[in-house]
């Protein structure tokens, strides 16, 4: 009898111990394997078993993420939060996940994310991010990114992406990127550039289509010739319009179209409307064809009236000379005629 209730007692002791599976999931021990998923649940279950590599917690409602909230299952190689009503992530909400692999962040309400949130998932090889509400990707987001071969931010709000994010996935092979607004301008011309070189190295992706200007609106951003693109006159939007005011007002030449005045499209002028000094220039040098014109016109009635004047001064001392000379010779002969008269006489 006593030996019974020993036993009985010892086993409500180790059942959570063995199964360790918290209230509203299910666990798969072979495989350490939770699945969390449509529960209804608000925040992480708290009694992970520590062996877990595979944790589902997607069709929930989520909303918040604790600082190191994965803390207790540092064996995490692939996490799936899809579905639920994440808006932000603290940084260091995923630390200690040395080996997670793969990480599904897919249809949320997540608006920014800060740079180095991804930092601590050094072996990360798949990150999820669609169909969220991001408008804004930071040039990092998690260094060395070494294995990463899949990075998706499809329907999302980014109007555009930094080359560099893209230039610290080395090895990313696939890139989903459509359903997004992206801006089509000069920012986005070296992402254009980037993918070309990816696309010819065997990567793959889907396509970017334009939501603005009106002139690429629905226009494949890889089918635009980057001859229409001006390159970008500086790298960041911001010291590109403070310099040009600078400039313009130096020069007093770069002319301003009016919607510029209107904030929010300020960058947009500066990049694929191409500046405009062309006609100035060619204003510029209209004067001065016309300049050189007249100075020409001077010079050359100069040079004929001094022509004129030349010649007619030879003429004028040729005839004087002349004059001269007749009346030199005239005494002459009459002194000598008188010579002449006088010795005969
Ligand atoms: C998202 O999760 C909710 C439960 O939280 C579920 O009712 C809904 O069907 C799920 N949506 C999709 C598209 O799976
Ligand atoms: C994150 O979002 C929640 C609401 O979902 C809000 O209470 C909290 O202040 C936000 N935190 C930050 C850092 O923005
Ligand atoms: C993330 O989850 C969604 C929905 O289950 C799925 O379609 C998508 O392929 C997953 N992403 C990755 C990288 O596994
Ligand atoms: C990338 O993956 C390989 C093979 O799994 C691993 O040895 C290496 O440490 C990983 N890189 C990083 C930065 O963790
Ligand atoms: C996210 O964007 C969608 C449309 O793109 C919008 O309907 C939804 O209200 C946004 N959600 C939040 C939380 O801002």
Not at 244 to 265: D, F, I, K, N, T
């Amino acid at each position: 009898m006593e030996g019974e209730l020993l036993l009985l007692s010892s086993m409500i002791f180790l059942l959570p111990v063995v199964c360790g599976c918290p209230e509203r999931c299910r666990c798969h021990s072979p495989s350490n394997f939770v699945d969390c998923s449509r529960q209804g649940l608000a925040e992480v279950p708290s009694d992970l078993p520590p062996q877990t590599l595979t944790l589902h917690l997607q069709d929930n409602q989520i909303r918040q993420l604790p600082a190191s909230a994965f803390k207790s299952v540092p064996q995490l190689t692939t996490l799936n939060l899809y579905n639920n009503s994440l808006s932000n992530l603290t940084s260091g909400v995923f630390h200690g996940l040395q080996h997670l692999r793969v990480l599904n962040l897919t249809q949320n309400s997540l608006h920014s994310l800060e740079s180095r949130l991804f930092h601590s998932l050094p072996q990360l090889r798949e990150l999820d991010l669609s169909s969220n509400n991001i408008s804004h990707l930071p040039t990092s987001l998690g260094e060395p990114w070494e294995n990463l071969t899949v990075f998706a931010i499809q329907q999302n709000q980014l109007q555009q992406l930094d080359r560099a994010l893209l230039e610290s996935m080395p090895r990313v092979r696939h890139l989903f990127l459509k359903d997004n607004l992206w801006k089509c301008n000069c920012h986005l011309l070296s992402l254009k550039l980037w993918l070309e070189t990816f696309i010819y190295k065997g990567g793959i992706t889907d396509s970017i289509i334009c939501a603005s200007p009106d002139t690429w609106k629905g226009k494949d951003l890889l089918k635009i010739p980057h001859e229409l693109y001006q390159p970008c006159p500086f790298p960041s939007p911001d010291l590109q319009s403070s310099q040009v005011q600078q400039l313009g007002a130096a020069h007093g030449a770069v002319p301003r179209p009016p919607e510029s005045h209107s904030s929010g499209e300020r960058d947009h002028w500066g990049c694929e409307i191409k500046p405009k000094p062309r006609p100035a220039n060619l204003r510029h040098a209209v004067a001065t064809i016309v300049i050189a014109g007249v100075v020409c016109g001077i010079v050359c009635l100069m040079m004929l009236a001094a022509a004129i004047y030349g010649c007619t001064y030879a003429a004028i001392t040729a005839q004087y000379h002349g004059g001269r000379l007749a009346q030199i010779n005239k005494p002459a002969k009459t002194e000598g005629k008188e010579l002449f008269d006088s010795s005969t006489a």
